[in-house]
């Protein structure tokens, strides 16, 4: 099975940076997704990994390590906009590609 | 062109109706799911189909009965609606069974309240 664990809440100024972090176990990694969901609307796709390391899609990045399970999401120049709901999702080969998400972290920007 | 479209986006029943939901994509996509998200905000698989074949089943109570008449379409019925069915039900697709960055395009959710 899977076990995704996201911190559940978390505030940040506008302008700043903010760090979500997602660890996860599983039996058959192959690939973790990010995705936003503003309230009140679908999930839509942020960024991938599937090798280690840092994927950077203009002011959203996301890090991966295999080996501990871990991957963040990085926001910079954060905007009021970003205030949304982020999943972390995990793709399991083991089982038809299966996308488990966690629980999802609700990032509050204030100004 | 909406990729992903569910109807009816609301739906407000009595317990121990029967409903259905409908999606249908419009991407060319093999594989299409139906996520649950509850009013915690936990979306939780419930089922997929690649090709119009059932290919993950969660542990989802029988009354909830997927189809896939064709490999655009998933719908979802539900006898005997309870209470805690009320929920937000996504519709996603995805290219192929999940390889490479093949993402889930999700439709914009039918919001299931059952009193």
Redesign the interface.
Known sequence: GQNIDQPTEMTATEGAIVQINCTYQTSGF??L?W?Q?HAG?????LS?N?LDGLEEKGRFSSFLSRSKGYSYLLLKELQMKDSA?Y?C?V?D?T???????G??T?LTVKP | DTAVSQTPKYLVTQMGNDKSIKCEQNLGHDTMYWYKQDSKKFLKIMFSYNNKELIINETVPNRFSPKSPDKAHLNLHINSLELGDSAVYFCASREGLGSGANVLTFGAGSRLTVL
Do not use: W
């Open positions: 192959n690939g997704f995705y969901q609307e679908a999930p839509t796709f991938y599937v709901s999943l999702a793709r080969y089982n038809a590609g299966k996308s488990t998400f629980d999802g609700t």
